[in-house]
């Protein structure tokens, strides 16, 4: 069964990093790119970014380009998120997905809710 | 404000029949493909369509998808009550070499 499991809600104070993963397992994790999607309260779905763990080539939404890290470490098959100093408008559910260029059936975590308050 | 654009709302009878459109541009929708997400509050989107208009294994053949020009349209047929979610578009846009959703449709079954 293919699966991505996220880990667990954090809560963290504006300033600081954070880097949170997706565990792939049921397939072989390098063919597949790995997306980054963030929903904000109340709000839609919003693409963020994508890696190729096969060669962590990546591509970021111009709106989040500068703002995250996205990486991989393709010997635990685990992609990651992060951030080195973190906003309150950060606060949202993150989900990683095997989006499969929308042409596939692909997989989303559960997702990873962060909240960032003072 | 999102490239792909899906009203924000629509609503139909126990029953009946709605359609939802997603409409984009040639470098997106009129270049590549298009999904379909089910999302229901506190829980993970869910694949409905992929490629337009296939659906994953489970996925009732109530729901199904097409394509005319640069724009998709998500059908759903003997709505039920249990139908009643946010619906999300989903593409690439080969311009900005990045992925985008249309803005979210939330659907009520009266």
């Known amino acids: 069964e293919v699966q991505l499991v996220q880990s667990g809600a954090e809560v963290k104070k504006p300033g600081e990093s954070l880097k949170i993963s997706c565990q792939a397992s049921?397939?072989?994790?390098?063919?597949?790119?790995i997306s980054w999607v963030r929903q904000m309260p109340g709000k839609g779905l919003e693409w963020m970014g994508r890696?190729?763990?096969?060669?962590?080539?990546?591509n970021y939404s111009p709106s989040f380009q500068g703002h995250v890290t996205i990486s991989a470490d393709k010997s635990i098959n685990t992609a990651y998120l992060q951030w080195s100093s973190l906003q309150a408008s950060d606060t949202a559910m993150y989900y990683c997905?095997?989006?499969?260029?929308?042409?596939?059936?692909?997989?989303w975590g559960q997702g990873t809710l962060v909240t960032v308050s003072s | 404000q999102s490239v792909l654009t899906q009203p924000p709302s629509v609503s139909a009878a126990p029953g009946q029949k709605v359609t939802i459109s997603c409409s984009g541009s040639s470098s997106n929708i009129g270049s590549t493909y298009v999904s379909w997400y089910q999302q229901f509050p506190g829980t993970a989107p869910k694949l409905l369509i992929y490629?337009?208009?296939k659906r994953p294994s489970g996925i009732p053949d109530r729901f199904s998808g097409s394509k005319s020009g640069t724009s998709a349209t998500l059908g759903i047929t003997g709505l039920q009550t249990a139908d009643e979610a946010d619906y999300y578009c989903g593409t690439w846009d080969r311009s900005l070499s990045a992925g985008m959703f249309g803005g979210g449709t939330k659907l009520t079954v009266l």
């Open positions: 997905a095997r989006l499969d260029g929308f042409n596939g059936v692909g997989c």
């Open positions: 490629d337009f208009n």
């Open positions: 049921g397939y072989t994790f390098i063919h597949y790119w």
């Open positions: 890696i190729d763990p096969s060669d962590s080539n990546t």
